[in-house]
């Protein structure tokens, strides 16, 4: 059967809310990224789904959000990604297989996906936290991410909050915030302590604040670690998230 593209998008909507954390980028992706202008599913009900960007000139490169109950669903929409350059996220580390059989390159990551549960929230908030004012975004874009310009997406992400930082003589040396929020989850992200100032429990601080303010609005706070960072790891786990599951985010040249 041929893919279909999907012109009414609340006709996926209980496919992907079946599991909203895990699902999480794929539904932000779909109902409220503007820039996935194309939505694709195997079949209706669906079993796999592709939420896609195309490029906007020659040699950008195409974004996309996959999901699907297993790698044979997922093929066949994998196989309508044009060839070149593209950046994208997976759901379940098994679905990197029918993207590397059609890459020439691979630089996947695969990061654990946690949730947190308001019953098993520690709240280890010992130092005052503020706001970030917009004006720090190209300092927090430089070290969360130097080979992308992320200046503008930290910035809007800092003016859209919420937002928590930690400051030491008027100078910012920590920060938290979010990338997105969906009608039921909140994805933390950007969590950094400068050097020099780690070690203090500043992270666990502005971590608290997050969380208290993502649980206050009945919603599930959850985030991507990096499979390797075992220090984030150890973090995120004092403050009560749980694992859920691997997924991985990625750079490919496809052919």
């Given at each position: 059967m041929e893919p279909l593209r999907v012109e009414d998008r609340e006709a996926v909507r209980p496919f992907l809310d079946a599991a909203p954390v895990e699902n999480a980028v794929v539904w932000d992706r779909v109902f409220q990224n503007p820039d996935y202008q194309e939505v694709y599913v195997d079949r209706l009900p669906p079993r796999a789904l592709l939420a896609m960007t195309r490029p906007g000139s020659h040699g950008d490169a195409t974004g996309f959000a996959l999901h699907a109950v297993d790698p044979a669903a997922a093929g066949p929409l994998v196989r309508l990604l044009p060839p070149g350059p593209a950046f994208g996220h997976v759901t379940d580390l098994a679905l990197l297989d029918?993207?590397?059989?059609?890459?020439?390159?691979?630089?996947?990551?695969?990061?654990?996906?946690?949730?947190?549960?308001?019953?098993?929230?520690?709240?280890?908030?010992?130092?005052?936290?503020?706001?970030?004012?917009?004006?720090?975004?190209?300092?927090?874009?430089?070290?969360?991410?130097?080979?992308?310009?992320?200046?503008?997406?930290?910035?809007?992400?800092?003016?859209?909050?919420?937002?928590?930082?930690?400051?030491?003589?008027?100078?910012?040396?920590?920060?938290?915030?979010?990338?997105?929020?969906?009608?039921?989850?909140?994805?933390?992200?950007?969590?950094?302590?400068?050097?020099?100032?780690?070690?203090?429990?500043?992270?666990?601080?502005?971590?608290?604040?997050?969380?208290?303010w993502i649980l206050d609005r009945g919603k599930i706070p959850a985030c991507h670690i990096y499979a390797d960072n075992a220090a984030s790891i150890e973090l995120t786990e004092r403050l009560g998230f749980h694992k859920v599951k691997q997924q991985a985010w990625g750079d490919f040249a496809l052919r």
């Open positions: 029918p993207v590397k059989a059609r890459a020439e390159k691979v630089d996947a990551r695969p990061a654990w996906l946690y949730r947190l549960d308001a019953k098993d929230f520690v709240d280890q908030q010992r130092h005052e936290v503020r706001p970030l004012d917009p004006r720090w975004a190209p300092m927090i874009a430089r070290l969360w991410d130097p080979d992308w310009p992320a200046e503008g997406y930290v910035r809007r992400r800092i003016e859209k909050g919420p937002s928590f930082g930690v400051y030491v003589d008027g100078e910012l040396v920590g920060w938290d915030m979010t990338h997105f929020e969906t009608d039921r989850v909140v994805m933390m992200g950007f969590l950094h302590v400068l050097e020099g100032h780690r070690g203090k429990g500043y992270a666990r601080s502005m971590g608290s604040a997050l969380v208290r």
